[in-house]
Structure formats: C-alpha cells, structure tokens
C-alpha cells in the first residue's frame, strides 16, 4: 500500500495558488486555489488529489489539504464555476468529496460508509458502475448544483440501473442524495474538458425531432431546443457535449468510425460546434480549429486545447520536457500522453480563446503538447505549459504581461483552479 503521509508530502497532481492578480486598488483581493489530480479509471494505478497554495517568493506550490489518498486514487473531477465534485476512488468510486469556493480548506465528503455514522452518507454500497459519459452536472436552481451520476450493476444489469444526484449543500431536511433524479439532467450545467495526459470521456448527448438531450437509463430528458436551420444541418442521433452553462449551450456531431478509419478525418483543419445563445435565443455554428480539440468554457470564453486526429503523428512537440518517471505520489506524464491523450491525436502546443459574446479571437502558441488554459477571471487569464503556471492580461486579440505564477515538480497535475476572496 502506498503511504498516505508520502502522497500528503510529496503531491503529485494538483493544485492551489495563492496569488495576488490585484494591479490596482479596485481589483478584488483574494486568492487562487488550485486543484491536482490525475484520473486512473482505466488503469489499476492511483494517485493523489491534492490542494495547493502558493509561495509568491519562491513560486514553489504549498499543500493545503490533502484531498484524495494515493491508495485510493482519482475517478473523475468536475467542475462548474468555483465549486469542484472529486470522485473516488478510481474503481468502483464511491465517495464524492465537494470542493467549496468559500471555504476550500474544510472537506466535505458524500462517502460510503457500511457502518451508517450520522455523518457519512452511503452513495454506492453495491459497487455500482459509474457510466462515465454521462457524468454531469445540474442546476435545478440558480446557484445550487447538484453531480449527476448514471450507476449500473454491470453490463448484464437489465434494471437501467440508477440515476443519483449528490447537492453541492444540505438540503433543508439535510438530504445530500436523491436516486431516481433522471430528470435533473433538464438543467444540465457542464464546463467542458480539462487538459492533461488523461483524457476525460466525452459527455454523451442525444437529438431527436428539433430538441437536444441526453439518454439515461432508456429515458430521454430534453436540455434545450434547436432552431430550424441547425436542425437541417446535423445528422445522427448522438452528439458530444463541449460546455453547458446558463448562457451558453455548445455542441458537435462526433466523427463516425468509417470517417476515423478511411483517413477522411486526419485530413481535416478545423471542426464545427453549434452554440446557443439561451440569452438571446440565437443559434450559430462556429469552427473550432483542430479535429479532436478539448474545449472549455469560463464566462463568455470558449478556451480550446488544438489537437489534431493523426494516429501515426510523429512526437508531439515539447514530449522531452515531461517527467519521464512513476513515483507512489507522480504519474509519468510522458508515458500517459503515449498512451491515451497524445495516442491519436498531434498535439501542436496551441490554445485558442473565442469569446461567444463579442467575437474576439485570441491564439497562442507554446510548443507543449503539455499545456492548457486553467481559468479566466475577467481580463485575467491563467495558463499552464508543463510544470509552470502563468497569468496574463488580455489586451486586444493577444496576451500580454505574462508571468510565472508558480513552478514545480507537481504543477504538471494542476487542471482546476478558483478564485477565492
């Protein structure tokens, strides 16, 4: 068994970041948190989740809290906004440790627990799977989410298995689990896809007449409605959700395996994604470069990691610079990208930001295959290319001012970050 102080004291994937982005006096005060952690589900390694501050000084990260054990491992992250579900542990996961804005530094976990303690909750006494392309997130009401999870018993479960949702908070009564809540997927909220050697499934979606949904256990749950002109440009019944929020709904029509195998698909620049404006009701159709981009969306800014599908792609730029070693608290990150994220897909090391509202395109290029956009706060905009962490203002239709928030050894697991006051 490996050590949960080592995990602690040595932390592998993760992050928080306490640094000061005020430039002048009527710039909120606060700090970053940052989120490490590396999905295993389909592995039998496991790491740890940790959260991180950070040394201004010396730019070294500086544990918080450890937040999942290395014996345990990560299942999945998500998050929406400033508030992080951590599901765990890697197989079958059974507890849900919620990450809160307010108040990062106190855990609080939804965790199967045989004895029935008043304070732990069970989620998954029967070791249920976890079908993870339809992990989500809801928002039955404004500011309120829940994590939506699909369970089955395995692939010969004819029940349709069951659909529990897990509240951000108590309810009045002090409920934290409803099962049967199929139909909390109406409100589906989804920030999209965070970069790393890991790749997270795709969150799968269904279409049927002019309405956009989602099937759950033989039950299909309208999310949203298409407009006439976008309903005569899609085909198929399935499509793959990049982001779900309360102003935006973004989707594409993924490639068929005939399209994947002909070379048809390695042949394309650039892919088309369908966005609703729910504020305007105005839909549109925009190209994301790449053909296997991962998108995320914070605010009005859709940000893109550019990937394209290339199975036989020479070594993504900047595979030299990444740690090349396992330890019981540190994934080798070369050795991952070989095998899943960079597998079929070249990775130039360029990362785009599109805002939805306004039109405003910036691109930068880093030559990390490594690298991703980890949160936008107003002009602000925090990046990661390998084991170093940059902020930097946007101005016009590039960045500018960059600076190097923080750099260590750990900082290759970061993926989530927050702004906490």
């Not at 993870?132 to 018993?153: H, Y």
Request: net charge negative; proline share 5%; hydrophobic share 35%.
């Amino acid at each position: 068994m490996r050590s949960r102080n080592n995990c602690f004291r040595i932390a592998g994937l993760t992050g928080l970041l306490l640094s000061n982005l005020a430039t002048t006096a009527e710039e909120p005060q606060g700090k970053w948190y940052f989120l490490s952690g590396t999905s295993t589900e389909d592995t039998d390694r496991h790491f740890p989740a940790v959260l991180y501050g950070a040394n201004l000084i010396t730019k070294k990260l500086n544990p918080i809290r450890q937040v999942v054990a290395g014996d345990d491992g990560v299942h999945s992250i998500l998050q929406y906004d400033s508030t992080i579900f951590v599901n765990y542990p890697n197989l079958p996961p059974t507890t849900v440790s919620v990450i809160h804005s307010g108040n990062p530094s106190v855990a609080d976990e939804i965790i199967f627990n045989p004895e029935g303690k008043k304070d732990k909750i069970v989620f998954n006494p029967k070791g249920r799977v976890l079908i993870d392309t339809k992990l989500a997130i809801a928002e039955s009401n404004e500011g309120s989410l829940e994590e939506l999870m699909w369970l089955v018993s395995g692939p010969e479960d004819r029940s349709g298995g069951v659909v529990i949702s897990v509240a951000q908070r108590s309810s009045e009564r002090g409920e934290r689990i409803q099962r049967g809540a199929w139909q909390e997927y109406s409100s589906l909220r989804f920030e999209g896809y965070p970069g790393g050697p890991a790749m997270q499934p795709a969150l799968v979606g269904s279409l049927r007449d002019n309405t956009v949904g989602i099937t759950v256990s033989g039950k299909y749950v309208i999310v949203d409605r298409l407009s006439d002109d976008i309903v005569r440009n899609v085909r198929g019944e399935s499509l793959h959700y990049f982001a779900v929020t309360n102003r935006y709904l973004i989707f594409a029509i993924p490639h068929r395996l005939e399209e994947l195998q002909s070379g048809a698909v390695a042949k394309e620049v650039s892919h088309t994604a369908y966005v609703h404006d729910r504020q305007t009701n105005r839909w549109t159709a925009v190209s994301i470069d790449g053909s296997c981009s991962r998108t995320r969306i914070f605010g009005p800014w859709l940000a893109s990691i550019v990937q394209f599908w290339h199975p036989n792609h020479p070594p993504n730029p900047g595979a030299s610079n990444e740690r090349n070693v396992e330890t019981d608290t540190l994934p080798n990150v070369r050795e991952m990208y070989a095998m899943f994220a960079g597998q079929n897909c070249f990775i130039p090391g360029d990362l785009a930001l599109h805002n939805l509202r306004t039109g405003q395109t910036i691109a930068f290029h880093t030559g990390q295959e490594d690298s991703e956009i980890l949160r936008v706060e107003g002009e602000t905009v925090l990046y990661r290319v390998n084991d170093t962490i940059y902020q930097a203002k946007i101005g016009g239709d590039q960045l500018k001012d960059a600076t190097v928030v923080v750099k260590d050894e750990d900082v290759p697991e970061i993926h989530w970050a927050f702004w906490s006051k």
